[in-house]
C-alpha cells in the first residue's frame, strides 16, 4: 500500500483532532516498519578532537555529491563553523574546508553558525544556516538561534550572506511555538514556491517541547512567511522532509510525542501530516540524498540513503558523520 492509499485510509472524521487522530491510529498498530542500516564513512568519520555533526541533505553536481556540516572542537554546534566535503560514492568523502565563517563580532551570528541546509533554485545554490550571539561557555547558556542564507553561483562557493538576514527569526509573541529560537532549516520547492520547514521552541519550555513549523516564501532569498497552521508536527527535534509523489514526507525522530516517536509522516498538502510508518535503528540528525527536492515534479521518491551524525560510544569522543541506507518494507 502506499502513502497516498495509506493516507486515506487514515482520514477519519474530521471532528478528531491531529493528535487524538494520530493516539487512535497508534492504537492499531496498524503501521509497516522502515528499516535503517548504518555504516562508517571516510573523510568525515570519526577523527580525535574533532567534532562534525549536523549533517545537510545531500546534492548531487555533475558526478559529486555534497554535503555541509557543523565542525568544531566540542560536542555541542554552538561553537562552530559550517564545512563542506564532495564524494563520488557517499562512502569515500573528502573534506573541501570552510564554507561559511562566524559572523562579525556583535551580530546575530557571531558565536556559532551551524546546522547547515542546501536550496538550489534559479542556477545558484543557497546555503541555509542557524545562527547565534551568545557564546556557549556564557552562564547560563540560552541559545537565541535564527536561521540565514548564504548564496553562491558554486556549491563550493564563495559564500555571500544575504542582506536580509535573519531570513527567519524568533517569534515575537511570547505564546508561540518558535517564540525562543528556530533553527534546522529543510528547503523543498513545491507549487512554485520555496517551502522551509524548520524547528522552533518556545520561550520556557526545554528542547522536549520542540515542534516543527513551515515558512513559505514566492523567492529563495524570502521573505520566509510563517504558515497559518504551525506548528505543522506538535512535536519533532529533527527536520527531515522530502517530496512523496504529490506530497511530502516527514521522518520523526527520538524526541517526539509518543504516538509520532521514530516515524513517518505524510502530509498531501505539505501540511497535514498523518503517521505512515514505524522506523526501526533510526538516524540521527539526518540529512538525506533527495534528488526531486527541488525540482516541483510530483516524483518524489522514498528517500534511500542519507547521511547522520554517528558516536563512537565512548565517553568523551566527539561526534562525527556517518551514512544510513533505508528498506521499506512495503507491498
Known sequence: MNFRNRLLVALLPSALCLTS?????????DYRTVRFSHSELTGI???EGVMRRDPSDVIKVGDLFYVWYTKGDISPGYDATIYYATSKDGREWSEKGEALAKGEAGSWESASVFTPNILVAEGRYWLFYTGTSIPYDKEPFNPDSKIGIAVA????GPWERMPNNPVLANSEESEEFDSHLVDDACAIVREGRYWLYYKGRQMGKGPGHTKMGLAIAEKPEGPYVRH??????????????WPQGSGVA??????????????????????????????????WAAGSYRPEAFTDSNEGKPVEWGVEIGHSGVRGTLPFIRRF???WDEE
Do not use: C, M, W
Not at 553561483?153 to 563550493?156: A, F, R
Not at 510525542?257 to 510508518?277: C, M, N, W
Open 21 to 29: 487522530l494520530a493516539e487512535t491510529e497508534a492504537e492499531t498498530g
Open 45 to 47: 568519520g570519526f577523527e
Open 153 to 156: 553561483d558554486s556549491p563550493d
Open 228 to 241: 497559518e497552521s504551525n506548528p505543522v508536527v506538535h512535536g519533532n527535534h529533527e527536520v527531515v522532509v
Open 250 to 283: 516527514a521522518l520523526i525522530g527520538r524526541v517526539a510525542p509518543a504516538h509520532i516517536k521514530q516515524s513517518v509522516l505524510y502530509a498531501e498538502d505539505g501540511v497535514t501530516f498523518r503517521k505512515t510508518h514505524n522506523t526501526d535503528k533510526h538516524p
Open 325 to 327: 541506507d533505508v528498506s
